[in-house]
């Protein structure tokens, strides 16, 4: 029996570089069609980035929104989207903020991240997760970490009021800048003193 | 000292527990050896087992534990209602967990510390008895809360099969249910809110077991969700017995909720188990707009949210398309005091009517008129055309739920 657990990310946007590595794995984990991100970096305020995906969230509101019921919330946690009975109708692509759920021109369906759950059954982390090679996206069970020091949202993230997404974030630091100083030259020495 | 007669007592309450005795046998043999009525909490306080069932300190009852006046280590005076007495307390907890709170009720003088020595031997021996039942339990709420979690969320589709599942815990998933989800405004998983919410978990149990229905009980994470059966067919019995049920719960929840909200949804009655999962989407639905709807109390019913409910799930560009049609020249043209938006809005709250809204506002009705006049000459419209009002009250709508998403 699979325990009820809320599988989800951690993001650490201090250590987000942009390089994109998350995206272009689940593209390659998961053969998108074109056009087709299930996850995307964006720009963030400060020079941050994020990498959002589907949060696969405990309110989801693509699963309340579809009039088809062809999403399902696992035990686990994640969030999936049977195809098969998708009408092409958009309805949860406008629903939800992350904008998770995406349009397939090509098969006239909505696809979206299902954490790599072919990975997930050999016991492997999400393509994302591995391709990271900063270690800002990782994978986590949010029922049974006690992380206190991890924050629910960040600026520029979508509102979470509304689906509560199973993503936790360490927020930015200011950022250490160091300059070096200029050394003074004798006749400033003198005008001091 | 009392060794002998320690030995003797824990001997016989090991007999009484191998003979497969549970809590009830062993209180009562406890409390025929010591002479003394005694019973047991859970953390919260309630009474579990006790093994006198004349006086105030039954089963189910919430006692209120205060220090004795001047203090005395491990005594404490309970407190149910106007009943008050002295007692001997000892913490019921293994390594890691606390599991309840055992009492020894009016204790005496207690010479040579007899009764504590022999109460301490009692201890042991319910804590280990009370370290099996939590684990059983927790085993069967694993099993029970997987079940629910499907049914909450759809993941079973033939009512036959869901039905005959539920029967395994004594749910009668043929009768129709309703969803109600209790919600922990402001909730955040790494404080200590979740002690709140096992509590607020609690609590309903307390209201409900009394009733002898066949609700089930989950939490999950700032939610309590309660899935009751429900036999009333009109819709106003069903609403008073609903309300009935959750301001119960919510007033016995209040002294430890503090300055906490809780919100509560309620969401259609479903006559099939596999449709279940709409009544949920529906209560939580209720939950988020409830900080909409203003004068609702703390409990929304989805049936009662009105055209809110269309709203909310209409396309957010469409909406704001039509509030813009409707609202943006005055609202352009408020810029600067917002007075007249203000003055609109209580009107079509006050129902159109001079008299209420100049009260509102503190203002004399031939200012507002005024500013009726200049709102109605801004907008091009009429505000005694019906269309017209119901087009206005609809933008404001739009209003508060845009600006709730965004």
């Given at each position: 029996m699979t325990k009820i657990s809320t599988k989800g990310f951690l993001f650490n946007v201090e250590r987000c570089i942009g390089c994109h590595a998350c995206e272009v794995a689940c593209k390659n984990e998961n053969k998108t069609a074109p056009g087709v991100q299930w996850r995307r970096v964006t720009e963030g305020e400060n020079g941050t980035y994020h990498s959002i995906s589907c949060n696969h969230c405990s309110s989801p509101e693509?699963?309340?929104?579809?009039?088809?019921?062809?999403?399902?919330?696992?035990?686990?946690?994640?969030?999936l989207i049977d195809s098969n009975r998708c009408a092409g109708c958009n309805t949860c692509v406008q629903a939800c903020p992350y904008h998770a759920p995406q349009f397939d021109l090509h098969q006239n369906r909505t696809t979206k991240c299902n954490y790599c759950i072919d990975r997930q059954r050999e016991g492997l982390p999400p393509?994302?997760?591995?391709?990271?090679?900063?270690?800002?996206?990782?994978?986590?069970?949010?029922?049974?970490?006690?992380?206190?020091?991890?924050?629910?949202?960040?600026?520029?993230?979508?509102?979470?009021?509304?689906?509560?997404?199973?993503?936790?974030?360490?927020?930015q630091k200011g950022k250490k800048r160091y300059w070096l100083k200029e050394e003074k030259s004798e006749s400033t020495k003198n005008t001091d003193l | 000292m009392f060794t002998q007669e320690s030995l003797d007592l824990q001997n016989q309450l090991l007999n009484t527990l191998l003979l497969g005795g549970g809590f009830k046998e062993l209180i009562k043999k406890a409390s025929t050896v010591l002479g003394h009525d005694i019973f047991f909490t859970n953390p919260t306080q309630r009474i579990m087992v006790s093994s006198n069932t004349d006086n105030a300190f039954v089963e189910g009852t919430?006692?209120?534990v205060t220090p004795l006046s001047p203090p005395v280590p491990g005594r404490v005076q309970i407190h149910v209602e106007d009943e008050s007495i002295e007692a001997?307390?000892?913490?019921?907890?293994?390594?890691?967990?606390?599991?309840?709170?055992?009492?020894?009720?009016?204790?005496?003088?207690?010479?040579?510390?007899r009764l504590k020595i022999l109460f301490h031997q009692v201890r042991s021996l319910f804590v280990l008895e009370l370290q099996k039942q939590v684990e059983i339990e927790a085993n069967n709420r694993q099993y029970g809360d997987a079940?629910?979690?499907?049914?909450?969320?759809?993941?079973?589709?033939?009512?036959?099969?869901?039905?005959?599942?539920?029967?395994?815990?004594?749910?009668?998933?043929?009768?129709?249910?309703?969803?109600?989800?209790?919600?922990?405004?402001?909730?955040?998983?790494?404080?200590?809110?979740?002690?709140?919410?096992?509590h607020l978990l609690e609590t309903a149990e307390l209201v409900l077991t009394p009733l002898n229905k066949h609700y089930m009980l989950m939490d999950k994470h700032e939610e309590v969700i309660l899935i009751l059966p429900i036999k009333e067919r009109r819709r106003r019995d069903k609403k008073a017995y609903l309300e009935m049920l959750i301001n119960q719960i919510l007033d016995k929840a209040d002294d430890f909720l503090a300055s906490r909200e809780v919100r509560v949804g309620i969401g259609?009655?479903?006559?099939?188990?596999?449709?279940?999962f709409r009544s949920y989407q529906e209560a939580k639905v209720a939950v988020k707009l409830g900080g909409l709807i203003k004068n609702k109390g703390s409990s929304i019913h989805f049936g009662e949210l009105g055209v809110e409910r269309i709203l909310y799930s209409h396309d957010k560009q469409e909406l704001q398309e039509f509030y813009l049609e409707v609202l943006s020249e005055l609202e352009s043209h408020d810029k600067q005091k917002n007075e007249l938006m203000e003055t609109l809005?209580?009107?079509?709250?006050?129902?159109?009517?001079?008299?209420?809204?100049?009260?509102?506002?503190?203002?004399?009705?031939?200012?507002?008129?005024?500013?009726?006049?200049?709102?109605?000459?801004i907008l091009d419209f009429d505000l005694e055309d019906f269309d017209v009002r119901v087009s206005l009250v609809i933008a404001f709508k739009i209003k508060h739920i845009l600006d709730y998403k965004e």
């Open positions: 693509c699963f309340r929104v579809c009039p088809e019921n062809a999403y399902i919330k696992r035990r686990d946690g994640i969030v393509a994302c997760v591995v391709a990271c090679p900063s270690g800002a996206l990782v994978n986590i069970d949010l029922k049974h970490l006690p992380l206190e020091s991890t924050v629910p949202t960040v600026p520029g993230f979508p509102d979470i009021r509304i689906t509560k997404p199973s993503i936790r974030f360490f927020p | 919430v006692i209120t001997l307390v000892l913490e019921l907890s293994n390594s890691n967990k606390r599991l309840g709170f055992l009492f020894l009720a009016n204790p005496g003088e207690d010479k040579e510390n079940f629910l979690y499907d049914l909450l969320y759809g993941n079973m589709e033939e009512d036959g099969d869901i039905i005959a599942r539920g029967k395994i815990w004594g749910w009668d998933l043929s009768l129709p249910h309703v969803v109600c989800v209790f919600e922990l405004m402001d909730y955040e998983s790494y404080s200590q809110d979740h002690y709140l919410i096992k259609h009655k479903y006559d099939k188990p596999s449709e279940l809005e209580k009107y079509l709250i006050n129902n159109f009517d001079l008299k209420s809204t100049a009260n509102a506002l503190f203002l004399h009705p031939n200012s507002l008129r005024y500013r009726l006049k200049r709102i109605e000459e």
